[in-house]
């Protein structure tokens, strides 16, 4: 069921006061128009009316799609630690509440960025998997090593045999774009899966740069 609330919000610049409707969960059986608000950025997004201020709302939300068995937990943060103690803390909930065993099958996933998020939807929404999605972010960011730093590579999209990546350079300010064709990535699927992962969970995981780096270096998931 999607849940909503609302909050009365400060604006930060000018002081004004406005009523935000804050989405904590949003399932996209019973709500497909909010999937699409969400894609567009449109969810829990403080808008100031009087000076146009605009900022995401500091408020966790659980996105549910059962046809995909897909639950992305989003709980916006930049710092590392929270980060670490939130994922810590939504594992531990869960595995006591019993829920865990109620979602086998489920993709689990554990997200800090919006970014995230709407790139987890659609790597799911496109039939892929986002572990071997993150592998082959990390082989197109090393292809020039010297700049990984100062880049970000998303998924951008699945058509006609190949998959786009979008690579952003924060320093650079530019977008770049690099395709994969779809028999990279089946290949690498059937390797990951040879050497013991699933295309499943069995806990909360945070599929991230630093998951296909100890995939690369050889740790799998123990499962
Ligand atoms: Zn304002």
Known sequence: MSINSKRSVKCPQCGQMSEVTVWNSITVNDSPDLKEDLLSGGINMFRCASCGYAALMPEPMLYHDSGRKLMISFSPTNEAAVRQQLFDNIRKSSRESGELQKLTGYNLRFVTDLNELLEKILIFDNELNDKVIELIKLMILSQDIDK???RVCRFGKYE???IEFMIHDH????IYT???PEETYDRLFNSLMESGV???SFDWEAVDGTYATRLLNGFNNHF
């Open 148 to 150: 990984s730093e100062q």
């Open 160 to 162: 006609n045999g190949a």
């Open 171 to 174: 320093i650079e300010n530019r």
């Open 178 to 180: 690099s395709s994969v």
């Open 198 to 200: 699933k295309p499943y």
